[in-house]
C-alpha cells in the first residue's frame, strides 16, 4: 500500500498553504464573533441598569405606600408594669393604663402518691374546657369534651399524664415530686376565664366514682356542688385593665387590637403612661435607601453611556439612545416639581440636593426637620393624583416611569429582546459561515494534494531525462 503526505513529492509546504488561505477565509467570522461580544456586552450591561432600577423602583414603592407614611413607634413610661409595640395604624397620642389583674390559667394537683409509677386503676376521664364556676357553667364556644379511656395496664401516674398530653384537651399535665410524693398536675395550656376546666371520672374500676380510690382521685368539677378530690391551686381568671378611663378584660395578658395598631403586653400590676409618636427613624431609612438607589442608578447609568478619561474607555452603552434618555428622564423626574404640600414642592426643599454628577447629596439638617412634618413630606413623596399627574408625589412619579421602563413591554425589554434577536443572527451567519470555510478547506486540501502529486510526478520525470542526457553525453565521449 503506498503512504502519502502533501508536500514530500513536490516540496510545497501544502499543510501551509491551506492554513493560510483557511485563515483569510475565516476573517469575517472573526469580525462576527467581536460583533457578538460587542452585544453580549451590551446586553449584559442593560441587566446592571434593569437591576439597579428594579432596586430604585422598591425603595421608591416603599417611600409610596401609605403604611411606611403610618409607621409608629410605642413607648411605656413602665415597662415592668406593661410593653407597649406599634404595629401600624396606631393614632398619635398618649395612653394612660392601669393594670388591676394578670390573666392566669387554671392549676389542679393530686393527692401525693408513692411514685409516678403508681397505678392508679383503669376507667374514663372526660376533661371539658370552660368557666365551671359560673352559675349556670358555661363551656367553652368550639371546645368539644374529650374521652380518655385508661387501659389497667397503663393507669400509672406517668402513663395517664401522657395520654393526656396526647389527646388535644387544652390541658398540660405533668408529675411533680416533693415531700409528700408524686402528684399528677393539671393545667391551662391558655390563661382566662373560658380556658378553666373540670375533670369528671365516668367510670372507675372499682365502680364508684365517687370515692377518693382509683381514677376518683382525679375528679374535679366545681359546677356539681361536691367536693373535688384534685386541689385547685390556681382559679383561671381574665385580665383587667384600664386604658383612658375605660375597662378592659382580656384572656390573655396580651391586647391584640384593643387599640388600633397597638399590642399591650401585661406584665404586672401597676400604672403605665404609653406615647405613641410617628417613626422617623423608620421614615429616614426609606428616604435613605431611596437616595443610595437613585444614586447607583445614575452612577451605573454615567458609566455605561459615557468616555471614561482615566481608562481611555467607552461605556458599553456609549451612543444608545435609549440609555441616555433614561439618564436625563430620571434627573428630570429629580429636579422638577410634585406633590401638592404647601411647605415642600420640590425634593431640595427637604435636603435633597443635586450634585453636578447628578447624584443626591442629603442635608441631614433639612430632612430632620422635614421629618419632623411628616404629613407635608408625606405630600411631597406620596400623593396621588390620577387626574393632574404634576400633583403626583416624588415617589409615585417615579414608579410611573420605572414601571414603563421594566414591565415586559418596556424601553429596557425592548432594547435587550433587540439585541438578543441580533446577537442569534449573529451567530447562525457564523454557523453559515463556518460550515462554508469547513468546505473551503476540504476543496483547497484536495486541490493541492493533486498539485502536490502532479508535481512529484513532473519532478521524477525530469530526473529520469537528466540522467539518459548524462548517459547519451558520457557514450558520446568515449
Known sequence: MAISSAGIGSGLDVRSIVSQLVDIERQPIRQLQSEATRLQTQISAFGRVQSALSTLRDASTKLSQASNWGA????????????????????????SVVVTRLAVAQTLASTGYASASTALGSGTLRIELGNFDAVPPVPKAGATAIDLTIDPAKSSLTEI???I??????????????VSGSRLVLRSAASGAENGFRVQVLSDDDSNTGDAGGL????????????????????????????????IESATNTLNGTIEGLTLNLRQLGEAEVVVEPDTAALKKSVDEFVTAYNESIKLLRAQTSYDPAT????PLQGDRSSSAMLNQLRSIFTGAGGISASYQRLAD????????????????????ALANGAELNKLFANVDDVTPANQGFANKMQGWLNQSLN?????????QSLQARKRNNEQAQARLEDRVARTQVRLERQYSALDTRMGQLSGLANYVSQQMTLLNNANSN
Not at 169 to 178: E, T
Not at 408 to 416: I, Y
Open 312 to 315: 481611555k474607555q467607552a461605556g
Open 161 to 163: 399524664r401522657d395520654q
Open 216 to 247: 376518683s382521685a382525679l375528679g374535679f368539677d366545681p359546677s356539681a356542688g361536691g367536693v373535688s378530690l384534685m386541689g385547685r391551686t390556681q382559679t383561671a381568671a381574665n385580665a383587667l385593665a384600664n386604658i383612658n378611663g375605660v375597662p
Open 165 to 178: 398530653n396526647s389527646a388535644g384537651a387544652g390541658v398540660v399535665a405533668s408529675i411533680v415530686n416533693d
Open 408 to 416: 415586559s413591554d418596556g424601553t429596557l425589554d425592548s432594547r435587550t
Open 72 to 95: 409608629s413607634t410605642a413607648t411605656s413610661s413602665n415597662s415592668a408594669a406593661l410593653g407597649a409595640t406599634s404595629t401600624g395604624g396606631a393614632a398619635r397620642g398618649n395612653y
Open 350 to 369: 427637604v435636603g435633597l440636593n443635586l450634585n453636578t454628577d447628578g447624584t443626591i447629596k442629603v442635608d441631614d439638617t433639612k430632612l430632620t426637620a
